[in-house]
C-alpha cells in the first residue's frame, strides 16, 4: 500500500519514519534518532522536536505491549480508575511507564473516539471496548501466555441507533460502489462543483465552511499539482462519527475524495487517519485497492474530462490539535502539528505550498451522496441555514449511546427522547470545545440558525459534578495545547491551577470574575482554535450554571484569601524536622 | 516593480501603505506604536507566537504582526481593552517564567523587560506558577537559561549552521514546550554566529560565555528610553495638614531584606514634612509590636516564607483599612522565591548540612515551639490576604512609595517618574 508519492519530499515521509522505528521496537531510541535525521539532512534537535509533540512517539523503552487506556470525561464517570487500578495490578506497570520485565507499558490518552463503549483502550492500537477489571485481567492473562494482540481485541460496534425514514437518510443508506462516480463520466469538473454548491453543504468538521465555495476557491489557484486531504483526525472528545464512517463507509469517502478531486482539479489526496484509529486502516487500504481496481485511483480515468488521482493514508501520532486545518499540513510535512498563522489559506497554499482543500470525513461522505442522489434531494432537508442530515455521536448518560443520523432542525428533546437519556442535566454539545446547554434548553434546535453541532453530544445527569467535568476539558486542552502562544500555554496551565484550588473548596467570587476575564482574554489573543475555545467549558458552564458555582464559593469576606491553607503550606517541613 | 498601495485607517486615521506589508510595520511606520516581542523583520512569515501585537483589524481580533494590509482595513490599536489584552500576555510571560531581573546577564537590554515598563507591569495579575527550568551548561559556547525563555521562536528560525542546520528547536508541547539546543550543531557556530543567537533572543535566554553582558551600562537597548515622561509632583506642603487628622501608618517587613524599609526613609528631608501628615504605628520604625489603633494604610515588604510572616499579614490586614505591597518580595516571592522550585527538604538539608561545616552525622533542623515553621514554598502576599495595591521595584524607589501612600491617604494625584520605575 502506498504510504508516500513519489514526488513528495523525504520530509514529509518523517512521521512514517518514526513510527516504524517504533514499531520495530516499541520505542524510537536514540540511534533511530541519529539515523532518521542524517536521512533527512535535518538537525537531531529538529527531529527530536518532532518526534516529542506527538504522544505517541515514546523515546523510551515503552513495552512490548503498550496500554493506551482512555481518560475522557465519559471515562472518567465509567470507572476509568478502576479499570486504570485493573491494568496497574494485572501488568505491574504503573500508569506512565512500564513493568520491570518491560513487557507491558501503560499510559493514558486522550478520547479515542469509544465513547459509546466506554471504558476503553488501545493494546498496540487494537481497540478493546466495555472493559471492566474482569475483562482487563483476562486480556491481560491472555497476552502473558502469548495469544497475539490482533486476536483479542474486540470488533467495535458501529451503534448505530437511529437514521429517517427512508428517503431522509443520507449518509446512513445502501452503499453501493460507483454510484456516486458515474456522473463524473458525464459532468464537467465545473459541472460537480455547482452541484456541491447548490446542495448547500457545509463542512462537517465543525466550521461549517461552504464545502463547493472551498472547492472552487481551491480550484482556482494555479499549480502544478492540487490536494485533496480528508481530515480523520478525529480528536473532538465525545466524537465518533467518523470513526463509523470509515468502519462501515469506506469506499463512500474515497469517492467523496475522487469527486473532491476531480471537481477541484487535483492530483493527490491524503487521508490524515488519528493513529488512535490505527486499526480502521486494513478497511481503508481495501478500499482504496477496489477503486484502483475499478479504475478510478491510479490510472487515467473514465471520467469526462481527463483526470487521475491518487490517494493515500497518512498516520498522525497522537495530538487533537493536528486536527487544525494547518496544523494538519504541518503535520503532514513531517513537523510539528504547530497551527500556522492564518495569512494563507490552505486553498491557495496548503500541503507542500500547494492549493488544498481539507475537509472532514463527513463533508466528502456527503459530497458523494450528493453526486449519488442529486443535488435537491439535499438540499431539500434541513433548514435554510444547514442543509441536509448531520451525524451526531450520543454518549454519556443515556440508556442508546450511539450515531444518530439527523436532519437539522430536531429539537434537543426529540434527541435525548431517541437516546433515552432518563435525567439529562449538563449536555455538552460538540465537545469540550463547544458549549452546554441544559435540560432547560432542550427546546432548542440542532441548526445554523440555533444550535449548531459538529458531532458530538455528551450527556450528564444530575448526579455528576459539572467542576469535575470542566476540569477534565481544561486538562485536555492544557495537555493538546501545541505551545506556539503564550496565552494558550500559558493560559490553559493557570486555568487549570485556578480549577484544582476550586476543587478544594477554595474558590471566592474573585476566582470566578477573574477567570471570566481571562477567558476573554484567551479567546481573543491565542493564535488557533484551541485557544479560542479553550476557557468555553468554564464560560459556558458560568452562565449555564450560575448556582451550582455559588454553592462552590466562599462567602466570608475577612481579606483572607481561602485558597491559602496553612496546614498543608507546613506539610513538609513538619515532615522534614520530622525525619 | 511598483508595489500597490493600499488604504487603510489605524484608529481612525487614514493611512497609505504598500500591499504586503504587516500592520507592525505600517504602524511604525506612521508612529504609530504596536507593542511586539517575537516579530523580528529578517523572519518572514513572522512568526505570530507572543501574541502582544494583539489589534483589531476589521473588527476581528488579530495579531497585527502576521496581519497583512489591505485595502479599506479599519484597525484598532489603541483602546482600553486593547491595551489591557496586550498587558496581560506580557504578564502571562512574567507568570509563566522565572524571570529575577535583578541578577539578569539581559536587564536593560531585554524586550521584555522593556516591554514590561512600557505597559506599566507592576505586577502580573496572573499566579506565578513556579515551574523549574535547567539552566543549561553544556552547549560549548553558550548557556541556555531556560527559566526566562518566552518561547519566542526567534532562535529556531534565525539561528543556523552554515550547511543550513537548526540549532534550536521547539520540544514536547502544552505547557512542557521549551527549546531544545543541538549541541553537535551549536559547536559548528562561529562566535560572530553565536552573538548573534545571543542579540537574536529578546530575552536574557541564550547567554554567550564569557559575553554574557552583550551590550556595556550606558550602551543597552533601553538606556536611553525614556518612556515615562518626568511630571513636577503637587509638594506635600501644598497640602493642609491641619485640616485633616494624622494618618495611621503601620509597616511590616515579612520574608524581605528591609531594603524596601530603607529605600522608605530615603526621602531624606520629606520625611520631616511626612512626619506632620501620618502617624506611625506598628513599625519596626518605631518598635511598636502589636497594633494599638486601627491604621488607615499597612504597608507590607517581602513576602511570606515562614507562619509567623503568614500571621502578621493577617493581622496587617485585620487591622488595615488598605494594604499596600512594597517591593517583588511581596509581590511575588522575589528573590527569596527563588527556593520555590526546590523541595523544601532539599533546601534545609543545603542549609543545615550540605552548606555548613557539620561534621556531626546527623543533620538538625532546627525546629522549636517558639520558631516559626517554614512553609513549603514561599507565597506572595496577595495569595495569603486581599492586598490592594502594589509598588513594584528591587527596592521600590522611595518618592514611587510615598506617592502611592499619600495617594491613597489624601487621594493626591501623581506621576512616576521614569527613574523611579526602571530598575535594571
Ligand atoms: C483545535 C482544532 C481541532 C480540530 N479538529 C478537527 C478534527 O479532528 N476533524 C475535523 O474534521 N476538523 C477539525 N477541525 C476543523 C478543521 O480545522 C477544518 O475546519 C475542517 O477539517 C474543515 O473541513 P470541513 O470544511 O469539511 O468541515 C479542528 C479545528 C480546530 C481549531
Ligand atoms: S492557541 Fe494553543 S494550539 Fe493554537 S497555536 Fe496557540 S498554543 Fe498552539
Ligand atoms: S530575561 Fe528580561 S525580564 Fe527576564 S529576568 Fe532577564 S531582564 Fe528580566
Ligand atoms: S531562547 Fe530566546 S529566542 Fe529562543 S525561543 Fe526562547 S526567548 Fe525566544
Ligand atoms: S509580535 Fe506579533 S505575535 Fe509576537
Not at chain 1, 443508506?173 to 456541491?196: D, M, N, Y
Not at chain 1, 470509515?246 to 469506499?251: A, K, Q, T, V
Not at chain 1, 503564550?486 to 478544594?504: E, H, Q, V, W, Y
Not at chain 2, 520604625?285 to 499579614?313: M, P, W, Y
Request: aromatic share 8%.
Amino acid at each position: 500500500m502506498k504510504t508516500h508519492f513519489p514526488d513528495e519530499p523525504l520530509r514529509s515521509h518523517t512521521l512514517d519514519m518514526l513510527w516504524q522505528a517504533q514499531d520495530e521496537k516499541g520505542y524510537i531510541a536514540n540511534e533511530d534518532i541519529a539515523r532518521i535525521a542524517s536521512q533527512l539532512q535535518i538537525s537531531e534537535v529538529e527531529l527530536e522536536g518532532v518526534a516529542s509533540f506527538y504522544h505517541f512517539f515514546h523515546r523510551k523503552p515503552a513495552g512490548k505491549y503498550r496500554i493506551y487506556i482512555n481518560n475522557s470525561i465519559l471515562a472518567e464517570f465509567k470507572d476509568y480508575r478502576d479499570i486504570v487500578r485493573a491494568f496497574e495490578k494485572a501488568t505491574g506497570a504503573p500508569l506512565g511507564g512500564t513493568d520491570p520485565t518491560g513487557t507491558f507499558g501503560l499510559y493514558d490518552t486522550p478520547c479515542i473516539g469509544m465513547c459509546d463503549q466506554e471504558p476503553s483502550a488501545l493494546i498496540n492500537f487494537y481497540p478493546f471496548t466495555n472493559l471492566s477489571p474482569a475483562k482487563v485481567d483476562q486480556i491481560i492473562d491472555s497476552l502473558r501466555s502469548g495469544v497475539g494482540v490482533e486476536f483479542l481485541a474486540n470488533a467495535v460496534e458501529d451503534n448505530i441507533r437511529y437514521t429517517p425514514e427512508r428517503e431522509k437518510t443520507i449518509l446512513l443508506r445502501e452503499f453501493v460502489p460507483g454510484k456516486a462516480l458515474q456522473a463524473l463520466t458525464r459532468w464537467t469538473p465545473g459541472e460537480v462543483l455547482s452541484e456541491i454548491k447548490e446542495s448547500g453543504l457545509a463542512g462537517r468538521g465543525g466550521a461549517f465552511f461552504p464545502t463547493g465555495v472551498k472547492w472552487e476557491l481551491c480550484s482556482k489557484f494555479e499549480s502544478d499539482c492540487r490536494y485533496i486531504v480528508c481530515n480523520a483526525d478525529e480528536g473532538e472528545p465525545g466524537t465518533f462519527k467518523d470513526r463509523v464512517l470509515l468502519n462501515r463507509l469506506p469506499g463512500l469517502l474515497i469517492e467523496g475524495m475522487i469527486v473532491a478531486g476531480y471537481a477541484v482539479g487535483a492530483c493527490r489526496g491524503i487521508i490524515y487517519l488519528r493513529a488512535e484509529y490505527r486499526w480502521l486502516l486494513p478497511k481503508i487500504h481495501a478500499a482504496i485497492e477496489m477503486y484502483e481496481h475499478l479504475g478510478w485511483l491510479g490510472a487515467d480515468t473514465t471520467a469526462k474530462e481527463p483526470f487521475r488521482f491518487d490517494i493515500r493514508v497518512q498516520i498522525g501520532a497522537g495530538s487533537y490539535v493536528c486536527g487544525e486545518e494547518t496544523a494538519l499540513l504541518e503535520s503532514m510535512e513531517g513537523k510539528r502539528g504547530e497551527p500556522r498563522t492564518k495569512t494563507f489559506f490552505p486553498v491557495e497554499k496548503g500541503y507542500l505550498g500547494r492549493p488544498t482543500v481539507i475537509n472532514n470525513v463527513e463533508t466528502l461522505c456527503a459530497a458523494a451522496r450528493i453526486m449519488e442522489l442529486g443535488h435537491e434531494r439535499f438540499s431539500s432537508l434541513g433548514t435554510p441555514v444547514t442543509r441536509g442530515t448531520k451525524l451526531i455521536s450520543v454518549g454519556g448518560d443515556c440508556n442508546r449511546p450511539g450515531i444518530y443520523e439527523l436532519e437539522w432542525g430536531m429539537t434537543v428533546a426529540e434527541l435525548l427522547e431517541l437516546c433515552d437519556a432518563p435525567d439529562p442535566y449538563f449536555i455538552q454539545v460538540s465537545g469540550p470545545s463547544g458549549q452546554c446547554i441544559s435540560a432547560w434548553d432542550s427546546h432548542r434546535r440542532f441548526a445554523g440558525e440555533d444550535l449548531l453541532c459538529g458531532g458530538a453530544l455528551m450527556i450528564f445527569d444530575s448526579t455528576r459534578d459539572i467542576l469535575q467535568i470542566i476540569r477534565n476539558f481544561t486538562a485536555f486542552f492544557k495537555h493538546e495545547s501545541c505551545g506556539m502562544c503564550t496565552p494558550c500555554r500559558a493560559g490553559n496551565f493557570i486555568f487549570s491551577r485556578k480549577l484544582d484550588k476550586m476543587a478544594r473548596g477554595l474558590g471566592s467570587l474573585q476566582d470566578i470574575t477573574e477567570m471570566q476575564q481571562w477567558g476573554q482574554i484567551m479567546k481573543r489573543t491565542t493564535r488557533c482554535g484551541l485557544g479560542m475555545t479553550a476557557p468555553n467549558p468554564l464560560l459556558y458552564a458560568l452562565e449555564r450554571f450560575p448556582e451550582y458555582f455559588e454553592q462552590k464559593l466562599d462567602s466570608t469576606r475577612t481579606g483572607f484569601n481561602r485558597s491559602f491553607d496553612l496546614e498543608s503550606a507546613l506539610e513538609d517541613y513538619r515532615e522534614a524536622v520530622q525525619s | 516593480m511598483e508595489k500597490k498601495l493600499v488604504h487603510l485607517t489605524i484608529d481612525g486615521r487614514p493611512i497609505v501603505a504598500e500591499e504586503g506589508q504587516n500592520v507592525v510595520e505600517v504602524a511604525k511606520a506612521n508612529g504609530i506604536f504596536i507593542p511586539s516581542l517575537c516579530y523580528y523583520p529578517h523572519i518572514d512569515p513572522p512568526l505570530g507566537s507572543c501574541r502582544v501585537c494583539t489589534v483589531m483589524a476589521n473588527g476581528r481580533s488579530a495579531a497585527a504582526c502576521t496581519t497583512l494590509v489591505k485595502e479599506g482595513m479599519d484597525v484598532v490599536v489603541n483602546t482600553d481593552e486593547l491595551q489591557d489584552w496586550r498587558k496581560a500576555v506580557v504578564e502571562m510571560m512574567y507568570a509563566e517564567g522565572n524571570h529575577f531581573c535583578p541578577s539578569c546577564e539581559k536587564s536593560g537590554d531585554c524586550d521584555l523587560q522593556g516591554l514590561g515598563y512600557n505597559l506599566g507591569v507592576t505586577v502580573s495579575r496572573f499566579p506565578h506558577l513556579f515551574v523549574d527550568h535547567v539552566v543549561d551548561y553544556n552547549p560549548q559556547r553558550m548557556v541556555i537559561e531556560h527559566n526566562r525563555c518566552i518561547r519566542c521562536r526567534r532562535c529556531v528560525e534565525e539561528v543556523l549552521t552554515d550547511e543550513g542546520q537548526r540549532v534550536f528547536s521547539f520540544q514536547n508541547r502544552g505547557n512542557t514546550t521549551e527549546v531544545g539546543i543541538d549541541y553537535e550543531q551549536e559547536a559548528k557556530l562561529t562566535h560572530e554566529q553565536a552573538m548573534q543567537a545571543m542579540h537574536v533572543c529578546p530575552v536574557g535566554a541564550i547567554l554567550v560565555r564569557g559575553k554574557s553582558l552583550a551590550r556595556p551600562r550606558g550602551d543597552r537597548k533601553y538606556d536611553h528610553d525614556t518612556v515615562v515622561s518626568e511630571v513636577p509632583l503637587p509638594k506635600i506642603t501644598a497640602l493642609k495638614p491641619h485640616l485633616r487628622r494624622k494618618k495611621i501608618v503601620a509597616t511590616t517587613s515579612l520574608a524581605g531584606c528591609f531594603g524596601c524599609h530603607m529605600s522608605m526613609l530615603d526621602i531624606d528631608l520629606d520625611l520631616v514634612e511626612l512626619i506632620d501628615l501620618v502617624e506611625f504605628n506598628k513599625s519596626p520604625l518605631t518598635d511598636i509590636k502589636k497594633f494599638t489603633k486601627r491604621a488607615d494604610v499597612g504597608i507590607i515588604e517581602g513576602g511570606c516564607c515562614n507562619s509567623d510572616n503568614v500571621e502578621v499579614l493577617k493581622a496587617f490586614r485585620e487591622n488595615c483599612d488598605v494594604l499596600i505591597a512594597i517591593g517583588e518580595c511581596s509581590i511575588w516571592g522575589g528573590l527569596p522565591a527563588m527556593r520555590n522550585f526546590v523541595p523544601l527538604k532539599e533546601c534545609l538539608v543545603e542549609a543545615y548540612s550540605s552548606a555548613t561545616n557539620n561534621t556531626e552525622s546527623k543533620l538538625v533542623i532546627p525546629h522549636h515551639p517558639d520558631l516559626p515553621e517554614i512553609l513549603d514554598r514561599v507565597y506572595a502576599c496577595n495569595e495569603v490576604v486581599k492586598i490592594d495595591h502594589f509598588v513594584p521595584g528591587c527596592p521600590p524607589d522611595a518618592g514611587h512609595i510615598w506617592k502611592t501612600v499619600k495617594n491613597v491617604l489624601f487621594g493626591e494625584k501623581y506621576a512616576i517618574t521614569h527613574s523611579e520605575f526602571k530598575y535594571d
